[in-house]
Structures are given as C-alpha cells and as structure tokens.
C-alpha cells in the first residue's frame, strides 16, 4: 500500500499562492488515481482537486477552478496542487489521498494546514 506525506501549508495572503506536495512511498503514484480534498474549521470534507493515473483528465471543484492545479510528477512519486490566488475562503486542512479506482479514496495522508489572511 502507499503511504502519503502532505507538505508546503502556511499562512499566507489573500491573493497569493502556495504549492502543497504530496510525497508517496511504499508504492508509485503511477499506480493511483491522486486526488486532494480539503476540510474547513466546523465543516466537512470536501473535494478539491484530483487528477487519474494516465495523468490525461483532471477535475476540479468549482470554487477553485481556474485557481488551482493538480500534476502529477511520477519520476518523483509526487503529486502537486498549484494554488493561486488564493482566498480567506481557501483556509482549511489539505488533505492528498491515493484510489486504485478512481473515486475510491482509501489512502489518505495527514494533512497540511493552510490559512489564507485577508
């Protein structure tokens, strides 16, 4: 199985950007279909961002598309989330998750915290 580390969250203001990494070990991230999903201070999980296997289709929530990228660099066993412009809204736990199938997230890493000032 794969395990997944989160990194690359601070704080930083409205307007700015951040990149968050997901390092894999344990098994490739050509293996998995990546995804990030994120969880707001009282709120629930939610979808952010997640990318296939073939790294051909990516998928986005509304509200950070157009903002956000995902990418996949397998010579590294990493996957990225580019986010840019970033708004007080965006403030919440990063969290990068791995699915055999597509949809199935059952591999999930810590997390990483990122805070958007306004």
């Known amino acids: 199985q794969v395990q997944l580390v989160e990194s690359g969250g601070r704080l930083v203001q409205a307007g700015g950007s951040l990149r968050l990494s997901c390092a894999a070990s344990?098994?490739?991230?050509?293996?998995?279909?990546m995804g990030w999903f994120r969880r707001a201070p009282g709120e629930e999980r939610e979808f952010v961002s997640a990318?296939?296997?073939?790294?051909?289709?990516?998928y986005y929530a509304v509200s950070v598309k157009g903002r956000f990228t995902i990418s996949r660099d397998n010579a590294k066993n990493t996957v990225y989330l580019q986010m840019n412009s970033l708004k007080p809204e965006d403030t919440a736990i990063y969290y990068c998750?791995?699915?055999?199938?597509?949809?199935?997230?059952?591999?999930w890493g810590q997390g990483t915290q990122v805070t958007v000032s306004s």
């Open positions: 998750t791995a699915a055999t199938t597509y949809g199935n997230w059952h591999y």
């Open positions: 344990g098994r490739t991230v050509s293996s998995y279909a």
């Open positions: 990318i296939r296997k073939s790294g051909l289709n990516t």
